[in-house]
């Protein structure tokens, strides 16, 4: 009798494990703190009537131990008709590590992602390319906050105006 209830107890204990365990909620895997913004761009360059490019840039940011990471990913949708045609002479992200402090943010560490460039001379059919960022790092000072930036830099091509800077919005604060 004595067996059969200590039996009875342990395969109620294995049955209830699981469904213990099933009732913790875990932590997202990634870490990751983003927020998307969008942007519509005349190419300047260009005069055809659907020459609308329009990014949307996803920065974030994340805090892993003593160090804060930063990247941004870029969804590029621009017209179908500049499929097979270069559209800028050059562009790089500009993705930065920065300090949060009262008056002006003190950048803490840059990064130039190279690529950017290719993608946009190298649209889909459908005039479309996807970005991502090499990611940043930088060991964090204790008890700062800090958040990812990022800026797109585009040569455009045939407006003779160099690098030409779009800001989008920065990751919340890690």
């Known amino acids: 009798m004595r067996k059969t209830m200590l039996t009875a107890a342990l395969a109620a204990a294995t049955l209830m494990v699981p469904a213990l365990a ?3 909620q ?3 895997a990634s870490g990751w703190h983003c927020k998307t913004s969008s942007k519509t761009v005349d190419h300047p360059g260009s005069t055809a009537v659907w020459d609308d490019f329009d990014f ?3 920065t974030c940011a994340k805090r892993s131990g003593g160090t804060i990471y930063a990247k941004a990913t870029v969804d590029i949708d621009g017209p179908p008709g ?3 045609y270069s559209v800028v002479n050059s562009a790089r992200a500009l993705v930065q590590v920065k300090r949060s402090v009262s008056g002006p943010d ?3 560490k840059h990064k130039y ?3 950017l460039g290719s993608k ?3 649209l889909n059919t459908s005039g479309n390319a996807l970005y991502t960022s090499p990611t940043v790092s930088h060991k964090a000072g204790a008890g700062s906050s800090y958040y990812g930036d990022s800026v797109l830099q585009i040569d455009w091509k045939d407006d003779g105006k160099g690098l ?3 800001a989008f919005s920065a990751s919340p604060r890690v």
């Open 22 to 24: 099933g009732t913790a």
């Open 164 to 166: 030409r800077s779009y």
């Open 26 to 28: 875990a932590a997202p």
């Open 106 to 108: 003190p950048v803490s």
């Open 113 to 115: 992602g190279p690529g």
């Open 120 to 122: 946009m001379n190298n």
């Open 82 to 84: 500049f499929y097979g």
């Open 56 to 58: 949307k840039v996803k």
